[in-house]
């Protein structure tokens, strides 16, 4: 392997996406790939903010006020684009906890196209595999409210609006091509998918080093 390969992981709350993201880092580093992990939320200087902004609209839902948020993000997200991700050694897999991808969950009232087109005119890297992770609205909802943390979201307040928030989602992984997850099974058959689709993307058969 002598590129980087850069992985987002998104979707609805709820779906298990960090512990897939645990998974697949163990399963790639035992076959000695170096794996790094990063998240959106965490790499993005801008995010007190942009959440501060997020809190007016969950309060007055406005047209202006989600543009707003949008944009933001793609201005963060490109600012990690610049910062973050082309400082990482470039033989390495970055599997990303969230990108663009998940704003097609959270936003009600721009459309995903125009989310899409802000991060295009702002040069926000595109990932080599978006995957989103879903998982049937009450299975996501219920592991939700089973963590300590509860949903802890912001926009998502009950399970309607969380049936929604998935319902859009599972509409642009279709419409857009990204690789459904549907982790609803063992976290090893959900693991075992989305490694396979790591290893096509290199180029590789998973376990094999080939090509790699």
Request: with cysteine.
């Amino acid at each position: 392997m002598n590129r980087q390969l850069f992985v987002s992981l998104d979707g609805p709350k709820g779906t298990g996406k960090t512990t897939l993201l645990e998974a697949i880092t163990k399963v790639l580093r035992a076959d000695n790939k170096k794996v790094i992990r990063l998240c959106e939320k965490k790499s993005d200087p801008f995010r007190g903010e942009t959440m501060a902004i997020v809190n007016r609209l969950a309060r007055n839902p406005s047209l202006d006020l989600e543009l707003e948020v949008c944009a933001r993000f793609a201005d963060s997200r490109a600012w990690i684009s610049r910062k973050v991700l082309t400082k990482q050694p470039p033989d390495s897999i970055i599997l990303m906890d969230r990108w663009y991808p998940s704003d097609a969950a959270f936003r009600r009232m721009v459309p995903f196209a125009e989310i899409l087109q802000l991060n295009i005119e702002r040069n926000v890297r595109t990932p080599d595999l978006h995957v989103g992770v879903v998982t049937a609205p009450d299975i996501s909802w219920a592991r939700a409210a089973a963590r300590t943390r509860g949903l802890s979201s912001t926009v998502i307040h009950n399970l309607e609006e969380h049936v929604a928030c998935t319902q859009a989602f599972e509409r642009e992984i279709a419409g857009q091509g990204w690789v459904l997850c549907r982790n609803e099974g063992t976290i090893e058959d959900a693991t075992r998918q989305v490694i396979v689709e790591i290893y096509n993307a290199l180029g590789c058969s998973a376990g094999t080093g080939l090509a790699c």
